[in-house]
Structures are given as structure tokens and as C-alpha cells.
């Protein structure tokens, strides 16, 4: 999405800078209709209500949907978790060669997994080395499957196996391709925007002006959208799902 190539540090100062300009457009047009003496353009308080009350409502629920994508993320960090761990014990089950193959593959699995969270690798490189990890891994159940298919464990294995797979697209599908959609944020931003200027109008039109609230305003509306941001985004930000879990199962593996 082409919002997510903005910087987080640059969403916080843009959003004040729009709505300080919007408040000071609002504000010189009604000065201007007071220094001409033409009538003043009523805007009442109900209207300005009813605009902010809208971008109210279009936050709330961009939040509540950011949130829930963040909330889903930390779940399913701990049921990936799980899945490679119990992929880990059934793999006990091969015979040695194959045992000791796929728990050096398990291990550059969980490697890979919390570099790839945490930033360290480009999204391009880490779903590439995932995807190879992956043919390796099924490639291994697959020649044991063919040995013996009809055994319990082997199918214990292969499902096990499977879930690792399945909750890896889970994640890549919160994580990268259900994000906040662009044009619900043309239209936060347009509605930011429209209530400015309305407000930027009664100021402008009235006997004084408080630019520190002015300010204090600007302040926390671009809080808002900095946080709905940065829920949106897995890879920065200071909000990060915690990877405690899979880095306790990494240092887990790589014990002797």
C-alpha cells in the first residue's frame, strides 16, 4: 500500500501540520468576512458536532480493526509456537538420519521466524527462505509417509507438519495482506480536513483565538491516526507483538 511507505515519525508531523493548516484556513476566511463586514457564515456548533462526531466513528472502528489485526498477531505467534515445538517431538519418531535432518531444519526454521519478525530481514527474503524451508520440510514427511504411511506417527508427524504451514499463512495474512485499506485513509484524512476548517471558521469569526489548544488539538488527533498506524504495521513502530515465546523455543533448540 502506498500509506505504508510513509514513515511513522512523518504520519504524526503531517497530520498536525494539516490540521494546524486547516484550523488557519478556516481561521484567515473568517477574519476576512469580518474585516469586509459580510455576513457571517454561520456554522454552528451542531454542524461542526455532527462532522467530528463522523470522524469520530470512522476512528473508533479503524482502531478497533487495527487492534484486532495486532491481537490476532500475538495469538498466532503463540500457536506457531506450539506447532513447530510438537513438529519438533514427533520428528522423534524418523529414523536418525531423517530425525536429525528436520530438527536442523526446524531449527533455521525458528531462526528464520524471529528474524523475520523483528525486521532483520527484508519481506521478500524472509517469505523466499520460508517457502524453500518449508519444500524441505514436507519433502522429509513425505519420503517417510511413502515408508510408512499406514504407522500413527507418521501421520502424526505430516500433521503436525501441516499446522506449522497453515498457521505460517495465517500470519503472512494478518500480518501483510489485511492491513488498513488506503482509501479508508484518504477518507479519515478528508474528514479531518472538512471539520478543521469548519472549526478554523467559528474561531476565526469569534473575538479571540487559544493557539496553545489550537496546538494541544493538533497534538492529539495525529496521536490517533499515529497509533492506528503503527498497530497497522508489524515490521515498525514502537507497537511490536512480543516474540518472547518463539524466542524461548529458539534458545530451546539450540541447546545440546
Known sequence: MAFDVVPIWLVFLGTMALVLLCIELGIVDGRR?????????????????????????????????????????????????????????????????????????????VDLRVKFALGDLTIEDGLHQTDTLHTRLWAIAETAGRRDGHAITTGLLIESLNEVIDVHLKRLSVSLRTRVPGSIWSGLYLLLAVGMVMMGLQIGQAVGRHFALELALAATFA??????????RPQQGL??????????????????
Open 33 to 109: 468576512r469580518v474585516r469586509l463586514g459580510r455576513r457571517k457564515l454561520e456554522v454552528s456548533g451542531a454542524i461542526v458536532g455532527a462532522a467530528m462526531g463522523v470522524l469520530a466513528f470512522m476512528l473508533a472502528f479503524t482502531f478497533n480493526s487495527a487492534a484486532g489485526r495486532f491481537d490476532a498477531r500475538k495469538a498466532l505467534v503463540i500457536e506457531e509456537t506450539n506447532a513447530i515445538e510438537t513438529t519438533w517431538l514427533r520428528a522423534g519418531f524418523l529414523e536418525d538420519a531423517a530425525r536429525t535432518e528436520m530438527r536442523g531444519l526446524l531449527r533455521d526454521y
Open 223 to 232: 496521536l490517533v491516526f499515529t497509533l492506528i498506524s503503527d498497530l497497522d
Open 239 to 256: 507497537l511490536r507483538v512480543s516474540q518472547q515465546s518463539m524466542e524461548e523455543l529458539q534458545i530451546k533448540l539450540h541447546q545440546p
